[in-house]
């Protein structure tokens, strides 16, 4: 991707990419569990153990990003010594905290 100053900017989960695509496609086929579960009438307590698997694995991913937002997005505006653009990747990484949180 290339900034408006026309630098080439990567996001700091473009390393782990193929591994992120591995575990969301992963997640995709426990959706499809689900609903096989429910369209066969499956035992409550079963589905919603697939449910709460399903929704870990999500929330390890989401993590995952997460950590790579502090650990390159965070860490590069702060080197860039940009303060503004510092503060909005912090606003950005204490949001999705507290989304994670809620």
């Given amino acids: 991707m290339t900034t408006e100053t026309g630098h080439e900017h990567h996001h700091g989960y473009m390393s782990d990419k193929d591994e992120y695509l591995k575990r969301l496609r992963r997640i995709e086929g426990q959706a499809r569990g689900l609903q096989r579960m429910v369209e066969e009438e499956k035992y409550c307590i079963d589905i919603l153990t697939q449910v709460s698997a399903m929704t870990k694995a999500l ?44």
């Fill in 59 to 102: 929330q390890a991913v989401g993590l995952g990003l997460l950590e790579d937002h502090m650990s390159h997005c965070v860490v590069d505006a702060a080197r860039s010594g940009d303060e503004a653009e510092t503060a909005a990747k912090l606003k950005e990484a204490t949001d999705a905290i507290a989304r994670f949180t809620r």
